[in-house]
């Protein structure tokens, strides 16, 4: 089992930026792949982002595309995700999670381990 702790979310204005971290310990985090996904209240858990266990490949919603950048350091056991531009729309919890493989990355039911979520808000 891999444990997750985002951190870095909070109050934005439009326009603005956040970046969000996730420190993994446990299981070798090198060894996963590491998404994001985020949810407002009522709504279900969307995905916003994935990076394979190198780091060489990333997956992006269209919804961020262009905006968000998703990042990893293995010697650190750290996930990133660089928030620029931000929206309203933006606002929720953000989740980082890691699972083995990478099809169908955008599937939430197909990570295992899951961080306690960070709370973004972007006031317009």
């Known amino acids: 089992q891999v444990q997750l702790v985002e951190s870095g979310g909070g109050l934005v204005q439009a326009g603005g930026s956040l970046r969000l971290s996730c420190a993994a310990s446990?299981?070798?985090?090198?060894?996963?792949?590491m998404g994001w996904f985020r949810q407002t209240p009522g709504k279900e858990r969307e995905f916003v982002a994935a990076?394979?266990?190198?780091?060489?490949?990333?997956y992006y919603a269209d919804s961020v595309k262009g905006r968000f950048t998703i990042s990893r350091d293995n010697a650190k056991n750290m996930g990133y995700l660089q928030m620029n531009s931000l929206i309203p729309e933006d606002t929720a919890v953000y989740y980082c999670?890691?699972?083995?493989?990478?099809?169908?990355?955008?599937?939430?039911?197909?990570?295992?381990?899951w961080g306690q979520g960070a709370q973004v808000t972007v006031s317009s």
């Open positions: 999670a890691v699972r083995r493989g990478e099809v169908d990355v955008k599937s939430e039911t197909l990570y295992r381990d």
């Open positions: 990076i394979s266990w190198s780091g060489g490949i990333t």
């Open positions: 446990g299981r070798t985090f090198s060894m996963y792949t």
